[in-house]
């Protein structure tokens, strides 16, 4: 059981090296068993052969061995065509012609074993002629499906070779290293020069504001604004998230936008009943201290006269 397993690994391992992925068992079994069912029959007629040739030419010794030696060499070359045609995974049609072809050399190689000796090669009846002619049509037959199984073969394996070629070409692209990485996002990033948050770096550290930045702002304390802060964990990486610009943090107030616009108006109006008190006390005072300073001029002026 272990020998026959071993065998049939080795069978298929040979196809696979050779031929390719088989589609059918049978034909791997079959295939391998015509083409050495072939080369032994070449073997036992050439074996034959040499035996009947210790014999005396044309003796009956001669011919009871040598007959039988032509006919199996006759057999061998059409067998062993027909395995490599059965072994190799070509159409249906070509493994028909070349079953044909074997059929008509296997009817002509009975016909040499009629007529050999008697009616051979110039004795009796003579059928040499008729017996070659049918052999050689059988035999054509069986190459023509041969070639034509090998090119459709190898026809099929450059193709395949072409389409992984041609795949590997397609489907290849070049690695990409830890360095070109960073020298691509180096090269995108060239010329820009950003802080935590987003914001855009400058060179100097100070802040600087005109006179009437803050003239129309209020800051009002009490207009109910709530701040929420928590000392946990989850809040201190959201914070942390907001320096960086993934998130900000939310102050929320509960006044509307119609409460702030009208203590905007209140604070307008505000300081401008001050500004007109300022004014009103600037002319209260022109009024009284003008009487007195030309008094006071008066007076000089008499005493300087004395």
Excluded: C
């Amino acid at each position: 059981m272990a020998a026959e397993q071993a065998a049939d690994g080795y069978l298929f391992d040979l196809y696979r090296r050779y031929i390719g992925e088989p589609e059918d068992r049978t034909d791997v079994y079959v295939g391998f068993g015509l083409f050495l069912g072939g080369i032994g029959l070449a073997i036992v007629g050439l074996l034959l052969f040499l035996w009947g040739n210790t014999f005396e030419a044309r003796t009956a010794g001669y011919f009871a061995w040598v007959g039988p030696a032509y006919a199996l060499a006759m057999t061998a070359l059409p067998v062993t065509m027909l395995g490599i045609v059965t072994l190799l995974p070509s159409e249906r049609r070509m493994l028909y012609a070349s079953i044909g072809g074997v059929a008509i050399t296997l009817a002509a190689v009975a016909g040499f074993l009629a007529a050999y000796p008697h009616h051979w090669n110039g004795y009796g009846n003579d059928y040499t002629v008729e017996i070659i002619a049918t052999y050689a049509v059988g035999l054509a037959g069986i190459t023509a499906s041969t070639g034509a199984a090998l090119i459709a073969h190898y026809l099929d394996m450059a193709q395949q070779a072409d389409a992984v070629a041609t795949g590997d070409e397609t489907e290849a692209e070049p690695e990409l290293t830890d360095a070109d990485v960073r020298q691509d996002i180096d090269e995108a990033m060239e010329g820009v020069e950003l802080s935590w948050g987003g914001v855009e770096k400058t060179e100097h550290k100070r802040l600087s504001f005109s006179e009437n930045d803050f003239d129309d702002v209020d800051v009002d304390t009490d207009a109910g604004t709530t701040t929420t802060r928590s000392t946990g964990v989850d809040a201190q990486v959201a914070g942390l998230k907001g320096l960086k610009g993934g998130e900000t943090k939310q102050t929320t107030s509960s006044s509307t936008v119609d409460d702030q616009t009208a203590k905007l108006k209140e604070l307008r109006e505000q300081r401008r009943a001050e500004e007109l008190a300022t004014a009103d006390d600037e002319g209260v005072a022109a009024t009284v201290t003008k009487p007195l300073s030309s008094l006071l001029e008066r007076v000089r002026n008499a005493f300087g006269r004395n």
